[in-house]
Nanobody, 118 residues
Framework: QVQLVESGGGLVQPGGSLRLSCAASGFTFSLYIMSWSRQAPGKERELVAGIDSSGGSTTYGDSVKGRFTISRDNAANTVYLQMTSLKPEDTALYYC???????????WGQGTQVTVSS
């Protein structure tokens, strides 16, 4: 059974940091491109960050460049999102996503809520 389980969300003050984790199971993690996306109420889902299957290449949305860092541990089947200098506009439900690097198979997690507020 395929699972992507996000954790690490919560309430944080502006300027604070959070580290999200996404634990994968049920598929060959090292063959999947992983990414984090987010969706705020009333807004479309947007890509936050992506990382290739080996962890050697990353990409970021313009709004988070320089503040967020995506990484992965293929031995632990986990992808991370380190978020720093958080802003109220970062408030959203954050989703983990897996895309098979050789095809179109894709999986989504259930999301973890991040709220940035004083």
């Amino acid at each position: 059974q395929v699972q992507l389980v996000e954790s690490g969300g919560g309430l944080v003050q502006p300027g604070g940091s959070l580290r999200l984790s996404c634990a994968a199971s049920g598929f060959t993690f090292s063959l999947y491109i992983m990414s984090w996306s987010r969706q705020a109420p009333g807004k479309e889902r947007e890509l936050v960050a992506g990382i290739d299957s080996s962890g050697g290449s990353t990409t970021y949305g313009d709004s988070v460049k320089g503040r967020f860092t995506i990484s992965r541990d293929n031995a632990a089947n986990t992808v991370y999102l380190q978020m720093t200098s958080l802003k109220p506009e970062d408030t959203a439900l954050y989703y983990c996503h897996a895309l098979f690097q050789y095809g179109s198979q894709t999986y989504w997690g259930q999301g973890t809520q991040v709220t940035v507020s004083s």
